[in-house]
């Protein structure tokens, strides 16, 4: 990742966005200049609520990157694949969450004087959610806050 820790506030401020995203299709972008790669949808809902701007926030390899989310070319491969045979499938959509550290009970003491601590207990609610359902949940906004609930059949 680039920037530092805590989300992408504007377009071109080098950060990394941290939330709930869903990649559709059409997000998808084999002719990459990064060898593949696919956009992650920033700004969702919660972003524009939040009047965050930012565009094209890709994950792609290549290794190198100011603002999206590189990899190596073998892992973007890897990922790639299960994403366009999801797709091939029937899928919808795919998620991505993303999340500035592993938010467990130790690392969200570390960080409990940060600024960014609000935003980040947050998204632990989704965090755990995924932990103890092991499944992603539904994600939606209201009233500037992301909601977590059963995910739709």
């Known amino acids: 990742m680039s920037g530092k820790i805590g989300p992408k506030l504007a377009e071109g401020d080098g950060q990394v966005p941290e939330g ?21 949808g920033f ?22 990157s100011v603002g999206c989310l590189a990899m190596t070319d073998e892992k973007i491969e ?3 694949t299960l994403c366009d045979a999801a797709f091939a499938n ?12 592993r938010m ?3 690392r969200m003491e570390q960080a409990k004087s940060g600024e960014w601590i609000d935003f980040w207990d947050e998204l632990r609610a989704g965090y755990d959610w995924f ?4 499944v992603p949940p539904e994600v939606t906004v209201k009233d500037k806050r992301y909601q ?5 059949p």
């Open 43 to 64: 700004p969702n809902e919660y972003d524009r609520q939040h009047d965050r701007t930012g565009s094209f926030i890709m994950i792609h390899g290549s290794c190198a």
């Open 78 to 80: 890897e990922i790639y």
């Open 20 to 40: 709930f995203y869903f990649v559709p299709p059409g997000a998808m972008k084999p002719d990459s200049a990064y060898h593949l790669a696919f956009n992650i």
């Open 90 to 101: 029937g899928q919808k959509a795919f998620r991505v969450h993303v999340f500035p550290f």
């Open 104 to 106: 467990t009970a130790e």
């Open 131 to 134: 932990e103890t359902h092991r």
């Open 148 to 152: 977590f609930a059963d995910p739709k």
